[in-house]
């Protein structure tokens, strides 16, 4: 057999078994893919830090919106898939949308969190944009439980109406992927737990076992590391057992997510603070179905990294407070025979 074969046969393998529990890397930052891809797209998830003018002078306003949301808009028709968060204003959203198709001619599809209702003064402050066209209506869901301003303060969570969004993207005549959206509770573990069940549901409810499944988001849990610690031992925190439940509740049928950056690297990848590189922990998610063992179409990364958007026009040099994850992606067939 082709010795590439034999190659591609064993990182699958690896990372089948990886999804049985927290594992060590499995993908190398560079990998040597087979030939006849199905499909190659750059997809980068990124935390904004564009607040609402409300929460400005409570919430750590960073300042030159203006100049940032432009700067942002500038960077995104780079990538095929991008999920956004904290991009609370209408206005700052409708930049945002409008540069991008602006940069790429009209190519972009968009989905955005629905209006505040109820006791929620803002939006969720999500923002999917993608090259592909989306399949049918999406679907969102905006979470029950939330820190509130009586229980933790003005900069309760609740403020605003956090949740997911679910969009089926048409790659192809014969190819459509579940991509999900969201942003966690930042101060309540309690709420954030709840948080995550409901994420479960609702991703059990709108995917299949039949379709390629994405999630992405700020899930503010902090990533085990190193990811490789072994998965009988007791979580060293509070934060690696929120890891371990976040990714035993998200499924993709019978098999856990695969958590896109400790499948790939040995390093910790922190994304909370864009300027502290690794001397902080990663929040930030892109989240992948496994490969089928019946050979139906799977991802493959091709390169996965952080990228802070370093900007020394902006006083505290980045475009925001958190990193952003980033990550090119290929989706073939899991067992396809490589054809030379």
Same mark, same amino acid.
């Not at 900069?155 to 956090?162: M, Q, R, V």
């Not at 790659?171 to 966690?184: A, E, G, Q």
């Not at 909370?272 to 922990?281: H, I, Q, T, V, W």
């Not at 090119?328 to 067939?333: F, H, T």
């Given at each position: 057999?082709d010795?590439?074969?034999n190659?591609?046969?064993?990182?699958?393998?690896?990372?089948?078994?990886?999804?049985a529990?927290?594992a060590?890397?499995?993908?190398?930052?560079?990998?040597?893919?087979?030939?006849?891809?199905?499909?190659?797209?750059r997809?980068?998830?990124?935390n904004?830090?564009?607040?609402?003018?409300?929460?400005?002078?409570?919430a750590g306003?960073r300042?030159?919106?203006d100049?940032r949301?432009?700067a942002i808009a500038?960077?995104l028709?780079?990538?095929?898939?991008?999920?956004?968060?904290?991009?609370?204003?209408?206005?700052?959203?409708d930049?945002?949308?409008?540069?991008?198709?602006?940069?790429?001619e009209?190519a972009?599809?968009?989905?955005?969190?629905?209006?505040?209702?109820?006791?929620?003064l803002?939006?969720?402050g999500?923002?999917l944009?993608?090259r592909?066209?989306?399949?049918?209506?999406?679907?969102?869901?905006?979470y029950?439980?939330?820190?509130?301003?009586?229980?933790?303060?003005i900069?309760?969570?609740?403020?605003?109406?956090?949740g +997911?969004?679910?969009?089926?993207?048409r790659?192809?005549?014969?190819?459509?992927?579940?991509?999900?959206?969201?942003?966690?509770e930042?101060i309540?573990a309690?709420?954030?737990?709840?948080?995550?069940?409901?994420?479960?549901?609702?991703?059990?409810?709108?995917?299949?076992?039949?379709?390629?499944l994405?999630?992405?988001?700020?899930?503010?849990i902090a990533?085990d590391?190193?990811?490789?610690?072994?998965?009988?031992?007791?979580?060293?925190?509070t934060a690696s057992s929120?890891?371990?439940?976040?990714?035993d509740?998200?499924?993709?049928?019978?098999?856990?997510?695969?958590?896109?950056?400790?499948?790939?690297h040995?390093?910790?990848?922190?994304t909370?603070?864009?300027?502290?590189?690794?001397?902080?922990?990663r929040?930030?998610?892109?989240l992948?179905?496994?490969?089928?063992d019946?050979?139906?179409?799977?991802?493959?990364?091709?390169?996965?990294?952080?990228e802070?958007?370093?900007?020394?026009? +902006?006083?505290q040099?980045?475009?925001s407070?958190?990193?952003?994850?980033?990550c090119?992606?290929?989706?073939?067939?899991?067992y396809?025979?490589?054809r030379?």
């Open positions: 057999m010795g590439r074969q190659r591609r046969e064993a990182l699958l393998t690896l990372l089948a078994a990886g999804t529990s927290v060590g890397p499995v993908w190398s930052q560079t990998l040597d893919l087979v030939p006849d891809a199905a499909l190659d797209l997809v980068m998830f990124f904004t830090h564009l607040l609402p003018s409300i929460a400005q002078t409570i306003h300042g030159q919106d100049y949301t432009a500038a960077q028709h780079r990538y095929d898939l991008v999920g956004l968060s904290e991009v609370f204003e209408a206005r700052r959203r930049e945002i949308i409008r540069t991008v198709q602006e940069n790429s009209g972009y599809h968009t989905v955005c969190s629905p209006k505040a209702a109820g006791r929620h803002v939006c969720g999500l923002l944009l993608s592909f066209p989306i399949e049918g209506e999406p679907h969102f869901l905006t029950k439980s939330a820190s509130r301003v009586y229980t933790h303060g900069k309760a969570d609740g403020l605003a109406a956090k +997911v969004i679910h969009a089926r993207l790659l192809s005549d014969d190819l459509v992927v579940d991509c999900f959206l969201t942003h966690l930042s309540s309690k709420a954030r737990a709840r948080q995550v069940a409901q994420l479960a549901e609702f991703v059990a409810e709108h995917s299949s076992p039949d379709r390629p994405l999630v992405m988001g700020d899930m503010n990533a590391f190193p990811s490789a610690a072994p998965a009988t031992a007791p979580p060293a925190s929120e890891y371990r439940l976040l990714l509740s998200l499924r993709h049928g019978d098999k856990k997510l695969v958590d896109l950056w400790a499948a790939s040995a390093t910790r990848g922190g909370r603070d864009a300027l502290a590189k690794e001397d902080c922990n929040i930030d998610y892109i992948l179905s496994p490969p089928h019946d050979g139906a179409i799977s991802w493959e990364p091709a390169s996965v990294r952080v802070p958007f370093l900007d020394a026009n +902006v006083k040099g980045s475009l407070d958190h990193a952003a994850i980033e090119r992606l290929s989706l073939r067939p899991a396809q025979e490589a030379r």
